[in-house]
Structures are given as C-alpha cells and as structure tokens.
C-alpha cells in the first residue's frame, strides 16, 4: 500500500487465505490487457490484490452495499493503483444498472451461495449480455457436485446458511452449469481450490 488505509476500509481473513489460489487462476484464463468487471466486491480486498498483481488489467469493482463500497473506496485510495476503477454501486438483480461493456471477464467471488438464487440468474444473465464473444464468467465458492463426495465442513456450511435464510446454500454445479448454457455461457472448467471450495469458468459463445 503507498498510502495510509483510511476508516471504512474492511478485511476478511478468508481473502487473505484464498487471494493467492484465486489470483494463479485469473493469470491463466484471463487475456492480456483485460477488462474486468467484478460483482459483489465486498470489501474491495480481492480487487486490490488482483489489480495490484495484473496491472494490465481494468479492474472495476461493484457491490450494492454502502458499506461495501466505502470500503472498496479505502482500499482503492490506500493503494493508489492506476488501473483500479472507483467502486460502483450494482444490484445484480436490476439489469439496467450494469455497466455497459463491453467486458473481457466478469468475476464473482463468494456471492451465489449466499443470495437467492435470483441473484445467480441475474448475475449469469447480466455477464451474458456485457462479455464480449469469448469473454469469460469466473465464479468461486463451494458448490455441491454430483458424484462428489460433499466435505462435511460444507454440509454444515450449507445448513447453516439455510437456517440463516430458506433462499440461500450450495448450488449444484450442474445447475449453475445448466444456467450459463441457456444464455450461451459454455463450461471449459472447475479448477479445486483450497478449503473446499472451486473455481469455475465459462465463455461467452
């Protein structure tokens, strides 16, 4: 950071373990010189480590949350990276607000499992609309998967989100895979990551 980190600003101890497993992915799927739209930053961490590590890259966070942003803003001004765009404020689920793209990549980190599943189908409609032929949706977070054996840390993981809200919990892969294809989102892979979790990417046909 090349500036003091002002108040507001939030952190996770999640971000600090996974940032590094989620960065050594985006070096490999993302194009150079990228455009990326990132949904649901929370905190704005994620987005600094990325746009701090890929400087090639146009990063542009968003969250709904008033708080989220003021954060993202803190850790935006702290680091003071060129290629870090001011936070915007986006609801998934109101399609107007997108920005307009075209995009190299939307990526969503931790997000569909806990919203409604709405959400997903928002967000998955949204990044079929503002990726650019070929561009790619990367998504990470614990998913069920068929012929998988689910960890027990996720099986409690999930009804605990449940308890929490009816509407959220691990999504099936297959469903979110089946999502993406009905808006010509294809699948090219799910890469395991760390604490259970997966990466997975698709590409706008």
């Known amino acids: 950071m090349s500036r003091l980190l ?6 996770s101890p999640s971000t600090a373990r996974n940032r590094e497993p989620i960065l050594a992915v985006l070096r490999e799927t993302l194009p150079p010189d990228a455009r990326v739209l990132e949904v649901a930053s929370g905190a704005g961490e994620h987005a600094v480590f990325v746009a701090e590590h890929l400087l090639d890259a146009a990063w542009l966070p968003t969250d709904p949350d008033p708080e989220a942003l003021a954060s993202i803003a803190a850790w935006r001004e702290a680091s003071d990276l060129p290629n870090l765009a001011p936070p915007r404020r986006l609801d998934v689920t109101d399609q107007a607000a997108w920005p307009a793209g075209p995009f190299d990549a939307v990526v969503c980190i931790n997000m569909i499992h806990i ?6 189908e928002a967000l998955v409609a949204g990044a079929a609309r503002v990726l650019q032929p070929g561009g790619v949706l990367f998504l990470y977070g614990p998913y069920l998967e068929d012929g998988v054996e689910t960890a027990p840390s996720n099986v409690a993981f999930d009804a605990d989100l449940r308890r929490r809200n009816p509407g959220w919990g691990l999504r099936p892969l297959e469903d979110v895979t089946a999502l993406a294809a009905r808006h010509d989102l294809v699948f090219v892979r799910r890469v395991a990551m760390p604490a259970n979790n997966l990466s997975v990417i698709f590409a706008r046909a």
């Open 115 to 120: 919203a409604p599943w709405t959400a997903a």
């Open 6 to 11: 002002r108040a507001g600003a939030r952190s």
